[in-house]
């Protein structure tokens, strides 16, 4: 069963779910000649913004705001995000507003899901990545010079000494 709130500041007009969508009210509006007609309420089709999350625009009168779904599901169901707090999905999938994929917390953690998601490109999927796993492990087991082994593999000496002190590419 699909829970309904009020969207904060916006109480008398929308409502958001816990599955993540967006509804309108009822409201009156003014029509041709004078007359008033009602437009009925409806659930909001979200837009994807540039980077892959969906929004929609809230309006009242003059006033209108294009809001982030996630940021209105956590917003209403959990309350103000606390400061240095991020809004993350626990999936990564940035269309899954569901309340139970969506939480407050740090970056850090923000970071360390889209590791574990294999959202974040690292080591040989990131697009400039110029060793692979066998390289590094090749280099790491070297007896050459970390100069000889920056010209080998074309990567800066600095590099070398990093893959070798496992500063880089760490396990």
Known sequence: MEIWKPVPGW??????????????????????HGSIAIRRGRVLSPVVKAKHYLAV???????????????????????????????????DDKTNNRLDNLRYDTPKANNADALRNGVKPIRE???????TEQDVAAIRHSNATNADIAMAFGIHKAHAWGLRAQRTWKE
């Open 11 to 32: 109480e008398a007009l929308y409502e958001v779910s816990d599955a993540g969508r967006i509804r309108s009210f009822d409201k009156r509006c003014g029509a041709a």
């Open 125 to 131: 999927r990131h697009g400039g990545a110029k060793l």
């Open 57 to 91: 625009t809230l309006a009242d009168k003059e006033v209108r705001k294009q809001v982030l779904v996630h940021s209105v599901v956590l917003l209403a169901f959990v309350g103000e995000r606390p400061d240095g707090m991020q809004a993350c999905h626990f999936d």
